[in-house]
């Protein structure tokens, strides 16, 4: 029982060391604190709040993928990500490093489903609902934060943390990915525990 008390401080020790990798020497360090600022806000708010409220085991597990995915995106910028023998294996003409983390981000559901179901601020099915529809608007809202700074710095900077590679659905499917990873999560969380309660 003692290990399993201690998963939230090993993933916490994982991910800050994967953010001091990730600082050294980034292919753009504009672009690397564009990708980090809302990944070192959702670190930190989960260290500063873990005495107050602790997310399960699964929760934080699940949240600490796309910590540490998009810290190493972050690093090679997302195009850039050595992914190519996914790339290769599947013949696609992108690398789709981009779309994984953000599947990954739909894993946030979860974690939203279970704080609202344990502080009895809903019930598991509306806690779900909320969850799903909580990530799909963070994803508009990361797509229209994307675009603006692509407009505002320009160049090469703008271009690579837009990270479209040409793709002009790029952020529709980006959102898809999130939504998707959404559902994948709630599903998890049906199965779980804190779904049983009423």
């Known amino acids: 029982m003692a290990w399993q008390q201690r998963i939230p401080h090993m993933l916490a020790v994982v991910i800050v060391a ?4 990730s600082f050294i020497n980034p292919y753009d360090m504009r672009v690397w604190w564009a990708e ?3 990944i070192l806000a959702i670190f930190i708010g989960l260290v ?5 409220f602790q997310f399960s085991n699964t929760s934080y597990v699940l949240m600490s993928v796309l910590l540490i995915l998009h810290t190493i995106g972050a690093h090679y910028t997302f195009a850039r990500v050595p992914f190519e023998w996914v790339t290769e294996f599947f013949d696609f003409e992108r690398n789709h490093y981009d779309r994984i983390a953000h599947f990954t981000v739909g894993f946030y559901a979860y974690a939203a489903a279970e704080l609202l179901v344990r502080k009895n601020w809903a019930r598991p099915i509306t806690a779900m609902l909320f969850g ?17 700074f692509a407009v505002i710095e320009g160049g090469d900077a703008g271009i690579e943390f837009l990270g479209s590679q040409g793709d002009e659905w790029d952020a529709q499917q980006d959102m898809l990915a999130d939504t998707l990873g959404a559902l994948a999560a709630l599903v998890l969380f049906w199965f779980s525990k804190y779904r049983q309660r009423t």
Do not use: N, S
Not at 133 to 143: D, Q, S, T
């Open 18 to 21: 994967t953010m001091v990798w």
């Open 132 to 148: 799903l529809f909580f990530i799909m608007a963070v994803a508009a809202g990361y797509e229209i934060i994307e675009w603006q």
């Open 48 to 52: 500063a709040t873990y005495r107050q």
């Open 36 to 38: 980090m600022t809302p």
